[in-house]
């Protein structure tokens, strides 16, 4: 299987990134473009949900919190509507010196092509994440 690993520093503290992390309109703002009118719903506790859609795009992803460890981290499995394959996301915060380093763990490709079409995703996402911070 394949994985993939995107990191980033954030000039923000854990606990600012964490709020941006869990809080559905926070995640909402940053995940995707704007002009893709995101909704997000989360149940911030293992066993809880995640929901991640946008109309306007015609996509979403749905996961169930597998670990969560308030500002440091969570783990969730993922799901694009549509597709039968599940994959597994980890996202850690470390705090450093002047922010967060934020890092997204995504494993279960069935192939290198999708772990890559993922890596361009995620560092959108990230890209986007301080604008709310």
């Known amino acids: 299987m394949n994985g993939l ?33 995101t909704t997000a719903e989360l149940d911030a506790r293992e066993g809880g949900t995640l929901r ?40 850690a915060l470390t705090a450093e010196e002047d922010g967060t380093r934020i890092t997204v763990r995504h494993e279960g490709f069935a192939d290198g092509e999708a772990a890559a079409d993922h890596v361009r995703g995620w560092n959108d996402c990230l890209d986007r994440l301080p604008g709310v911070l």
């Open 5 to 37: 690993t995107v990191d980033k520093h954030l000039p923000a503290t854990p606990e600012r990134v964490w709020r941006a992390l869990t809080d559905p309109a926070e995640l909402a703002a940053w995940f995707w473009p704007p002009r893709f009118e």
């Open 52 to 91: 991640i859609a946008s109309a306007p795009a015609g996509m979403g992803v749905t996961g169930t919190i597998t670990a969560i460890d308030p500002e440091h981290g969570l783990a969730t499995t993922w799901r694009w509507d549509g597709d039968d394959d599940e994959t597994r996301v980890t996202i």
